[in-house]
């Protein structure tokens, strides 16, 4: 055959499908790597969202549980603030008791109390506790440091009986800990130490909170080592501080956490792999830093630094990043090929590619299997999601549903597509949220946050939370929905749980009985309409108001805040019983109470309750119980007390006073000729008259019937009396006009007692006027002669 009569040879046709079908076989290999980077890329950011949310909650979790105990700890130091700082063995019980220690504070073997005990005081100090009811008290462990750190208290006992009387100073961790919460003022966290009382003597700490005198903290360093009272403790064991926190993350993380120690190193305590703990022995050489997913997080807790470390374990890397792009790569490699295979048969001739169409159909049968074992995988991923999801046409009916989402709904894929929708499982409110929202999510191809209660066939109640995003044709034409919904039924439930206590908190703080103020400066920055009402403002009056206008004068304002506000400031609670003045100046007595508010930069909330009624009722109740009845002057009780006073101030001063007992002559005649009420008229004569005729620092009481008696004090001489019982008798003995006109008069018998001639004691003093009086009576004179 001749050049140019269009024949080309077999190698040319050869060649040209070579280089034909490795055109289309590198098109198709890069178009497929293309898309597997991406897939992979996409896989892992989620893998890595996905792992940095739960180290986030893990790290929330263990800064929760170090630090439940300081609240405490701090509780205790409130109730040794209002002992006025002295620690009773029986006190200190009683409080630890009060709390549940399982429930409010998990890893915390008890609460003690550490004191600082000098070497030349320590044998007065043992004697100090075994006299308050700890007769087998002993210090132990002591260290070689002059100054020793003592427990003195530890409860509950039964478990914490060997750090009893143990020196903690003796231990270098333990001292470092002791010495910066001294110095600092504030809760601080030992490094990990075997604690006496873990038997298994495990990493442990100790989480110290300072006392300092009068409850609050002196300012600097070196005084607050000056004012140290004592550190109130709590041991923690690690292994039991830390049960359960890591259950949640163990299945998809392999966990290191560890405590930074004194020499700057972190020292292990917990390590999990593939969902399981590791014993403390692997723990320590257990490092997952070369892992591709590790992360670290820092975090601080009382003082102690924490490192976590995090990565995922190799099930659940497999699950999210393995098999990600392996379908797409295994079907997009034998698809160029396929291509390529098929470019080249065209090329090479109808009788070959025949030929090589039966190698292709096993390839693609191959090809099938790959692609199918590709989508079980995938599938598995999808159905066994922690959501549900699914797509809707435009409808809103199901197209596709994982099997979480049937088992939420509790149906299945031929009872679902095609036939119902979301909102058939949705309760009232829900259906007409998602009637109103579908449109809207159609037009603008995105929807995110929407809550429903979601109920299933078999009655299983959710609340669950719903986004999505839309699918359009090439005109624009919606097609189906990538939907997804996650079960937030605990979130719910906690949301819910917090906006009924804010409800609560709203009803107590408007509470009419109960004023209420918050304050910065003793300036209101915020008050309810009860402190308004209380003390007579209108609405708005009180707000940016200085407290000191509600109080009586500038002394009881000035005097309120020196004593209340360092007990606030060092934690504790101030209460007392005030007098306060109202808008129009009237004053009211009111019960006070008040709390420095944590993290507020100093502001307190305080509680008014109006007690003047209170008040009124308590002196008339404390008038009932000290005065007659008929006549108002002292009873028996008050001049027993007053007598008390006098011989008191005698002593004191060297005076010396008179006791006159007086018994009424003629008083029966009267009683049995004109009536009960007659007597009564003479009787509060005889009180008015004898009332008249004292100095304001004088005393007249009814014994009862017709005897009174008058304690003239002070005297410097028993002459000095005789002027001043001359004018009692002069009185009595004008008539008393009753009250139907009739004029009646009495006389009185009287004797005297001086002190301290005629007694030392209220009882002797009683009875030598008793029977002087009765020697007068019989002697028919008005009074005995004056010594």
Known sequence: MR?????????????????????????GLALTGGAVIWKQQRARAEAQALQERQVERLQDDLV??????????????????????RVTRSAFRAYVESRDLPREFPGARGFGFIERVEQADLAAFVAARRRDGAPDFDVHGLGQESTHYIVSEIEPLARNAAAWGLDSGANPVRRQAIEQAVDSGEATLSSPTPLVQDR??????????????????????????????????????????????????????????????????????????????????????????????????????????????????REAAMGLLGLSGVGLELGGALLSLMFAVTVYLLAVGRARAERLAQDMTADLARLARVADEARQSLQDLYDNAPCAYYALDADGR???????????????????????????????????????????????GRISGLEFDLTGRQGQARRVS?????????????????????????????????????????????????????????????????????????EGELAGAAARQLYADDTAFHALGALAYPQLRAGGRFRTQQQMRRKDGSLIWVDLAGVELPGSDGSTLWMLVDITQSKAHEARMEKAALHDALTGVPNRVLLADRLR????????????????????????????????????????????RLLACLRASDTVARLGG??????????????????????????????????????????????????????????????????????????????????
């Open 645 to 688: 006073q006098a011989i008191h101030a005698a002593e004191r001063n060297g005076h010396v006073f008179a006791l006159a007992y007086l018994d009424l002559n003629g008083f029966k005649q009267i009683n049995d000729t004109h009536g009960h009420d007659a007597g009564d008229v003479v009787l509060k004569a005889v009180a008015a």
């Open 466 to 538: 719903l986004s999505a995003t839309a699918v359009y044709g090439p005109g624009g034409e919606y097609l189906r929905s990538r939907s997804v919904m996650f079960d937030i039924s605990e979130t719910h439930r906690i949301r819910q749980q917090l906006h009924q206590l804010t409800l609560d908190q709203e009803a107590m703080l408007e509470s009419d009985l109960v004023g209420i103020v918050k304050l910065r400066d003793r300036r209101s920055i915020w008050h309810n309409r009860a402190l308004e009402r209380m003390f007579g403002y209108a």
């Open 3 to 27: 050049i140019g009569d269009g024949y080309t040879g077999p190698e040319m046709i050869g060649t040209t499908a070579w280089v034909a079908a490795a055109i289309v076989l590198s098109i």
């Open 398 to 444: 199901f197209l596709q549903i994982n099997a979480l989402g049937l088992k939420w709904l509790g149906s299945t894929a031929e009872e679902l597509v095609g036939r119902m929708s979301p909102r058939d499982f949705f309760d009232e409110a829900g259906r007409a949220q998602f009637d109103a929202a579908f449109p809207r999510f159609k037009a603008e």
């Open 200 to 313: 298994q003597q495990g990493p442990g700490f100790l989480l110290l909170v300072p006392v300092y005198k009068q409850g609050r903290d002196p300012g600097t360093p070196a005084e607050r080592r000056a004012a140290l009272l004592g550190l109130l403790y709590a041991p923690l064991v690690a292994s039991e501080l830390l049960q359960g926190a890591t259950d949640q993350a163990a299945s998809l993380l392999d966990l290191n956490l560890s405590a930074r120690t004194l020499d700057g190193q972190f020292a292990p305590l917990l390590a999990t792999r593939n969902g399981r703990p590791l014993p403390p022995a692997e723990a320590a050489d257990a490092s997952i830093t070369e892992e591709p997913t590790a992360q670290s997080l820092r975090f601080t807790v009382a003082g102690r630094e924490f490192l976590l470390e995090a990565a995922l374990t």
């Open 706 to 787: 017709d005897e009174f008696v008058v304690l003239l004090t002070p005297a410097q001489a028993p002459a000095d009396v005789e002027p001043v019982l001359s004018r009692l008798l002069d009185a009595l003995s004008q008539p008393v006009t009753l009250n139907s006109g009739e004029l009646v008069a009495v006389g009185a018998s009287l004797g005297l007692a001086h002190y301290p001639t005629d007694g030392r004691t209220p009882e002797a003093l009683m009875r030598r006027a008793d029977e002087a009086m009765f020697a007068n009576k019989r002697a028919g004179r008005a009074r005995a002669p004056t010594r």
């Open 64 to 85: 929760k549980r170090l630090t439940m105990p300081v609240y405490g700890l701090k509780g205790a130091r409130g109730t040794l603030a209002a002992m006025g700082g």
